[in-house]
């Protein structure tokens, strides 16, 4: 008895394993990854869509660069707001606070010019407000760029997923 139910486990668990299909979610050698090397982005218009868009040629490319000839173009337009959300009562300021990165994206294919995606993604970092003016702008200049890097990470990953199809 103990013997027959050994064998029907270890056949269970080789009809399972047999089913798994199981590959690296960032897998260079994938077709994905040829894609995305393929793709170039809009110009960006300020410092935080610059961030952006550097740490996104940066994933998309492995570092090597924007493509001479691009299958797929983005189109990119980032925002950045600072919010202070921790306020003193005794002199209303504010000694904490939030920075919400967000990016409209069009993903087309340059070809015929199709819309593969259009999305809006956010990202947020806390931040603290030194009591000191230059701490503070560069408290919140650090903020932004931790956010614009999650912001890439986030749509780098939509790009994967729509170009992965």
Known sequence: ????RATLCLFAIAIVLQACQVRPLYDDTSAAAEKLAAVT??????????AV?????????????EPVTAEYEVEL??????????L?????????????????????????????????RQAVA??????QEFAKLRAI??????????LAELIRA???TVLGR
């Open 1 to 4: 008895m103990h013997r027959v």
């Open 41 to 50: 982005f809009s110009e960006a218009t300020d410092r935080v869509s610059l």
């Open 53 to 65: 868009r550097n740490h996104l040629v940066f994933l998309t490319s492995g570092g090597a660069g």
């Open 77 to 86: 337009d980032v925002k950045s707001q600072t919010i202070g959300v921790l």
């Open 88 to 120: 003193e009562q005794s002199s209303d300021t504010a000694n904490a606070g939030r920075v919400v990165v967000t990016g409209d994206y069009v993903v087309r294919r340059v070809s015929d010019g199709t819309v593969l995606r259009s999305s809006r």
């Open 126 to 131: 806390l931040v603290d407000f030194p009591s």
């Open 141 to 150: 200049r650090d903020a932004e760029n931790r956010a614009a890097r999650q």
């Open 158 to 160: 939509d790009l994967a």
